[in-house]
C-alpha cells in the first residue's frame, strides 16, 4: 500500500511539472508574442527604404550599409553570427551599374518631305532605363525577336534568319512553354533568365534591345558595354505595332500555339540614349545569424527563414523597395527578436538568412546553396518571403512530402491570429515555380521549401518602381505574420518527432 502511495505521489508531481512547464511556455510565449509590434515593425521599415540605404543595390555601399544595419540589430539581440570567420556575413563579389540619370526613349517617324516627327516617351510610366545597359545611345530600326530565345536542343531559335547587327531587338520576358509545373518546362528554365537572353542579343550582333517589361527596374540584366537597354510598357509597344496588322499578343499567342518563332523587321526606327557608370569592384553579401539549438542531437538540425534585403537601387529616381522586400526582411526580424528573448529553449537550431543579390540574378542563394552552413539533410526546411506586407489574409505553401509542416503554421494561426488563411501542398519537384525567387533556388538544390505570403492585397503595388515607399505596405499584416512565423518556428524547434528528411 505504501508502495501505491509512493508512486501515485511521484506521477501526481510529475503530471504538476508537465502543467507547470507547459504553463511556463505559454507564458514566455505569450510575452514576446505581445511584444512584436506594428510600431516598432514600422521604424525598421523607414529605415531600410530611408535615403542612407539609396534602394539597397547589390554590390553599392549603401547595401553593405543596410546589411551592417541588420547584423547590428541581430547582435543587439544576441543572436549569434553565423557568417564567414565569426562574423554575420557571407560575402561575394558583384560589379554593379550605377544609372546617372533618367535617359530618354524616342520613336522617330520618316515623313514623306523629308522631316522626322518624334515622339518622347515619359519616366517612368512607358519606359525605364536599363539598369545593366552600357553607356551612350543608339538610333536604329527595331527587330522583334519573340522570346530572345535560340534553343537548337528544342528545335526553337526566334533569330533564326534574322540579321539584327547594329539594330534594335525587341522581345518579351519568359520563353513560349508555359507551365512551369509540367516537368518539360525545365528544359526550358534557363531561357527565362534576362541575363540569358541580353547575352543572347550581344551574340547576334544586336545594338539596342527593347525588353517588354513593363517599364519597371530591372538590375538582373547581364551587363555588357556594347548595347544600350530600355524597358518598355504599353504605349510604346503599342506605337512600334502601329499599322502592323498585328499586335505582340497576337504574335505570343501563335508562337505558344505552334513553337515556331514570328520574328520580323518592324520598320520603326527608335532612339535609346543611356548614362550609366560600371564598378566593377562591387561586393556584397549574405548576412546570417542564428539561435543555436539546446538539445545535443537536435541542435544539429536546422530551420532556414530568410528573404532578399536587396532592392533594385536608383534609375533615374529611387526605388525603395519597401515591399519588395523590406516586408519579408522586417517580418524575420520581428520574429527573430522574439525568438531571442523569449527564454524558451529550442532543441534545434534556427537560422536568419539576410540575402543579398535575388534582384540580380537570386546570387545570395546561389552563394548559401553552394556553401551551406548545414548540411542539407540536416536541413528542416527553408521558408522564404518575399513580398509579404500588402493584404488582409495569410498563405503558407509547403511541398506535398512534408505538409506537416503546414499545421504549425495553421495553429499558430487558429490558436493566435484568427486571419483567413490559404495553404498549399503542391507536388515538390525541381522547382516550385518560374525562376525568379530565392526559394526555387533551394527548392531546385534539393532543400524542402516552403513560402509565406499575403493575400487580399488592397493597396497598390509598385513592382520595382518609384512608389514602393513605406506607405505602399499593410503593416498590420506584418505584424501578424511575424506573429506567425515566431510561434511556428518556435513549435517546430521543439518538435521532436519532426524528421529533417
Known amino acids: 500500500m505504501k508502495l501505491i502511495k509512493y508512486l501515485f505521489v511521484v506521477l501526481l508531481l510529475s503530471a504538476s511539472q508537465v502543467i507547470l512547464s507547459q504553463d511556463d511556455f505559454e507564458t514566455k510565449l505569450l510575452s514576446q508574442f505581445h511584444s512584436i509590434t506594428s510600431e516598432e515593425m514600422m521604424i525598421w521599415v523607414n529605415k531600410l527604404c530611408s535615403p542612407e540605404f539609396n534602394g539597397r543595390l547589390t554590390g553599392t555601399s549603401e547595401y553593405l550599409a543596410s546589411a551592417e544595419w541588420v547584423a547590428g540589430k541581430l547582435k543587439e539581440w544576441d543572436i549569434k553570427p553565423a557568417g564567414e570567420n565569426g562574423s554575420y556575413f557571407q560575402w561575394f563579389n558583384f560589379p554593379y551599374t550605377d544609372v546617372n540619370d533618367i535617359g530618354s526613349l524616342t520613336l522617330n517617324l520618316p515623313q514623306t518631305d523629308g522631316s522626322v516627327i518624334r515622339k518622347n516617351y515619359t519616366f517612368p510610366d512607358e519606359y525605364y532605363p536599363g539598369m545593366n545597359s552600357g553607356n551612350g545611345e543608339i538610333t536604329a530600326e527595331v527587330v522583334f525577336v519573340g522570346y530572345g530565345v535560340s534553343a537548337p536542343e528544342l528545335n526553337y531559335d526566334d533569330y533564326k534568319g534574322m540579321d539584327v547587327k547594329g539594330k534594335i531587338v525587341l522581345m518579351n520576358r519568359d520563353v513560349p512553354y508555359t507551365d512551369p509545373r509540367n516537368p518539360e518546362y525545365k528544359k526550358w528554365v534557363g531561357y527565362c533568365y534576362h541575363q540569358y537572353k541580353l547575352q543572347n542579343a550581344v551574340r547576334h550582333g544586336a545594338a539596342g534591345m527593347l525588353y517588354i517589361d513593363g517599364a519597371s527596374a530591372n538590375p538582373n540584366i547581364s551587363y555588357d558595354p556594347s548595347i544600350i537597354v530600355c524597358g518598355i510598357g504599353p504605349q510604346p509597344l503599342a506605337d512600334i505595332f502601329a499599322g502592323l496588322k498585328t499586335t505582340n499578343k497576337e504574335l505570343l499567342d ?195 521549401t516552403m513560402s509565406i505570403g499575403t493575400t487580399d492585397g488592397y493597396k497598390k503595388v509598385y513592382y520595382h518602381l518609384p512608389g514602393d515607399d513605406p506607405d505602399a505596405i499593410t503593416i498590420d499584416i506584418m505584424e501578424d505574420v511575424a506573429k506567425m512565423i515566431y510561434v511556428a518556428l518556435t513549435n517546430i524547434a521543439n518538435d521532436p518527432s519532426l524528421n529533417s528528411r
Open 254 to 448: 501563335k508562337i505558344i500555339k505552334t513553337f515556331k518563332p514570328a520574328s520580323f523587321n518592324t520598320g520603326k526606327s527608335i532612339t535609346i540614349k543611356a548614362n550609366t557608370t560600371r564598378h566593377p569592384e562591387g561586393k556584397a553579401c549574405n548576412v546570417i545569424g542564428i539561435i543555436e539549438g539546446s538539445d545535443p542531437v537536435l541542435k544539429n538540425e536546422v530551420i532556414i527563414i530568410g528573404g532578399h534585403l536587396d532592392a533594385v537601387g536608383k534609375a533615374g529616381k529611387v526605388v525603395n523597395g519597401a515591399l519588395d522586400n523590406a516586408s519579408g526582411i522586417v517580418d524575420i526580424m520581428g520574429s527573430a527578436k522574439a525568438m531571442a528573448q523569449s527564454g524558451i529553449q529550442l532543441k534545434r537550431s534556427v537560422m536568419f538568412l539576410f540575402l543579398g543579390g535575388e534582384e540580380i540574378g537570386l546570387l545570395g542563394s546561389k552563394v548559401y546553396t553552394e556553401k551551406p552552413l548545414f548540411a542539407k539533410e540536416k536541413t528542416i526546411t527553408f521558408i522564404n518571403l518575399d513580398m509579404v506586407g500588402n493584404g488582409t489574409g495569410l498563405s503558407v505553401s509547403a511541398g506535398s512530402t512534408y505538409k506537416e509542416l503546414l499545421t504549425f503554421f495553421e495553429q499558430a494561426n487558429t490558436k493566435y491570429i484568427h486571419r483567413t488563411m490559404r495553404t498549399s501542398a503542391p507536388v515538390p519537384g525541381e522547382f516550385y515555380g518560374r525562376p525568379r525567387s530565392d526559394g526555387v533556388v533551394f527548392s531546385m538544390a534539393g532543400y524542402r
